[in-house]
């Protein structure tokens, strides 16, 4: 699934992130050691959430299309004023991925996927 990629994309963006991030701390002191540590756990905590948005999101899990369609909401917020600023390239970079998803989110056969029963409902 295209959206399912997508997911797991922006995940390892927020992932490589997170990494320039560890780099800036040990190579520069933080203004404020608790706020520093607390992004730093907080872009951990989003590529693992969207880690697990994409990788159920592919098994068919209904509840993955609310996840993803609210963090490619998020991405728009903020890919837009970078598109707007002058920093064309990182605002395409941040607008383009979840204008694909948000577009195959509402596709048909992407909510026949997600909206199937593994099982049928036991009789009583």
Known sequence: M?????????????LTAAAFYVYGL??????????????LALLLLLAGWL???GHFLFRGYRWTRAAALVWQLFMFVLGFPTL???YVIYGLAL????AVAL??????????YVSKTAQPPAAL
Do not use: W, Y
């Open 2 to 14: 295209v959206i399912a990629l997508v997911l797991v994309l922006e995940a390892l963006a927020l």
């Open 26 to 39: 040990t190579t520069s002191t933080p203004a404020s050691f608790g706020g520093a540590v607390f992004m």
């Open 51 to 53: 880690l697990a948005v």
């Open 84 to 86: 707007t600023s002058g």
């Open 95 to 98: 607008v383009i991925p979840p």
């Open 103 to 112: 577009l195959l989110l509402f596709d048909k056969r992407v909510i026949a």
